[in-house]
């Protein structure tokens, strides 16, 4: 998977940009219709968003949703595969942190 996007005037399909905004922990994040919600954290630069137990960086490892590597909150439905989702304008995502056997968000390790 690659952040690089093809410019609307030399595509060769004749795709239009739509644009869409979603919400990543608080940040506003702008993106197409049509990218995942990886594709949509990469192109801004973000190339990791949560943490392994060993406090090693993850992100988009196999990009095809076999790893688990990528895994992030969508409103309240948890463990989201980011780059099986399409990105939806409005979105809330919230980074997820792995705590024992399972995962919890930053927001819930503070309670």
């Known amino acids: 998977m690659s952040p690089r996007r093809i410019p609307v005037d030399a595509d060769a399909v004749g795709r239009r940009e ?9 940040e506003p994040l702008d993106g197409i219709a049509g990218q995942t919600i990886a594709g949509v954290l ?14 090693a960086p993850r992100g988009v490892f196999c990009g095809i949703g076999v790893c688990f590597d990528c895994l992030v909150s969508v409103g309240d ?12 304008d409005g979105d809330v995502i919230t980074t997820q942190r792995r705590v024992g ?6 927001s819930e390790e503070e309670e």
């Open 18 to 26: 739509v644009p869409l905004r979603i919400t990543v922990d608080g």
């Open 101 to 106: 056997n399972g995962f919890n968000s930053p």
């Open 42 to 55: 990469l192109a801004a630069g973000r190339l990791a968003w949560r943490r392994g137990p060993s406090g």
């Open 77 to 88: 439905e948890r463990d989201v595969r980011a780059c099986r989702r399409r990105a939806r």
